[in-house]
């Protein structure tokens, strides 16, 4: 059975940072793509980063471009999302899906993913 488990949510001021993990079982992570999601109350899921099997190469949102940085660590079978200069509109609930796909390259289209986390909350707010 495939488990995702988020972690690392919180609250938070304008300005700063948080590492959102994400911990694999079940699969061996290094022929999955991964891909990092938010969906803020009212709005439609977006995705936010992704990081491939291949490479790694990494693809981000241009909202978050510049600012949040994902990594894998394929021998913990885990994901990071790395957040910096946070605002109050990366305000959401974060998701991490991966999808088995051995491949340079990945998509931020959550619906190409199989297997899906809980998701952990992130509040950035003063």
């Known amino acids: 059975q495939v488990q995702l488990v988020e972690s690392g949510g919180g609250l938070v001021q304008p300005g700063g940072s948080l590492r959102l993990s994400c911990a694999v079982s079940g699969v061996t992570l290094d022929t999955y793509a991964i891909g990092w999601f938010r969906q803020a109350p009212g709005k439609e899921r977006e995705g936010v980063s992704c990081?491939?099997?291949?490479?790694?190469?990494?693809f981000h949102a241009d909202s978050v471009n510049g600012r949040f940085a994902i990594y894998r660590d394929n021998a913990k079978n885990t994901a990071t999302l790395q957040m910096t200069s946070l605002s109050p509109e990366d305000t959401g609930d974060y998701y991490c899906?991966?999808?088995?796909?051995?491949?340079?390259?990945?998509?931020?289209?959550?619906?190409?993913?199989?297997?899906w986390g809980q998701g952990t909350q992130v509040t950035v707010s003063s």
């Open positions: 990081i491939s099997s291949r490479g790694p190469n990494t």
């Open positions: 899906a991966i999808v088995r796909r051995t491949s340079a390259t990945c998509t931020r289209d959550a619906g190409s993913y199989k297997h």
